[in-house]
T-cell receptor, first 111, second 112 residues
């Protein structure tokens, strides 16, 4: 089966740094994605890792360790608008490619 | 702006009815996937179309069906609607199967 785990909820303060972890057990791994989803809206693409290491994109960075089945999303200089759900998704190839999502981590940024 | 548009935005149906949801992707986006997202959950893969043919399906019953057209639009059809079908339905497309998928704004379907 395909299983993805991430914390349900996290809180942080404006200006701080937060790390959202994701662990996965999947077959046919072909990349890991992070999406941001504000309440009532569609997910928006944040980052993509297919090889081990860190990918940096402005205030957001994502890390992948395939041997450990582990990824994290790092958000720096938190802003109030970063309050959202963050979805970890693994692309699996089982004859075709699809995204398998975790249930999402709801991040609340307070002043 | 993802270049993926869905219609309608919201829809209310009753049990047993049928519904068609629509998605329009950017030109050249040959791959389109549909997902169902229940409240508080991550999106669940329904099926995927590539060049107008279904090439993968998740754990959804046959009453969920789809079509993809040459103009990069697609449809999700659901027959015999059930209360549990209430969810946000998302369409995602990409130029090819290796590229990240980008989501449309979704259709929120409510079943009464």
């Amino acid at each position: 089966g395909q299983n993805i785990d991430q914390p349900t909820e996290m809180t942080a303060t404006e200006g701080a740094i937060v790390q959202i972890n994701c662990t996965y057990q999947t077959s046919g791994f072909n990349g890991l994605f992070w999406y941001q989803q504000h309440a009532g809206e569609a997910p928006t693409f944040l980052s993509y890792n297919v090889l081990d290491g860190l990918e940096e994109k402005g205030r957001f960075s994502s890390f992948l360790s395939r041997s450990k089945g582990y990824s994290y999303l790092l958000l720096k200089e938190l802003q109030m608008k970063d309050s959202a759900s963050y979805l970890c998704a693994v692309r699996v190839n089982t004859g075709f490619q699809k995204l398998v999502f975790g249930t999402g981590t709801r991040l609340l940024v307070s002043p | 702006e993802t270049g993926v548009t869905q219609s309608p935005t919201h829809l209310i149906k009753t049990r047993g009815q049928q519904v068609t949801l629509r998605c329009s992707s950017q030109s050249g986006h040959n791959t389109v996937s549909w997902y169902q997202q229940a409240l508080g959950q991550g999106p669940q893969f329904i099926f995927q179309y590539y060049r107008e043919e279904e090439n993968g399906r998740g754990n959804f019953p046959p009453r969920f069906s789809g079509l993809q057209f040459p103009n990069y639009s697609s449809e999700l059809n659901v027959n015999a609607l059930e209360l549990d079908d209430s969810a946000l339905y998302l369409c995602a497309s990409s130029p090819d199967r290796a590229q990240p998928q980008h989501f449309g704004d979704g259709t929120r379907l409510s079943i009464l």
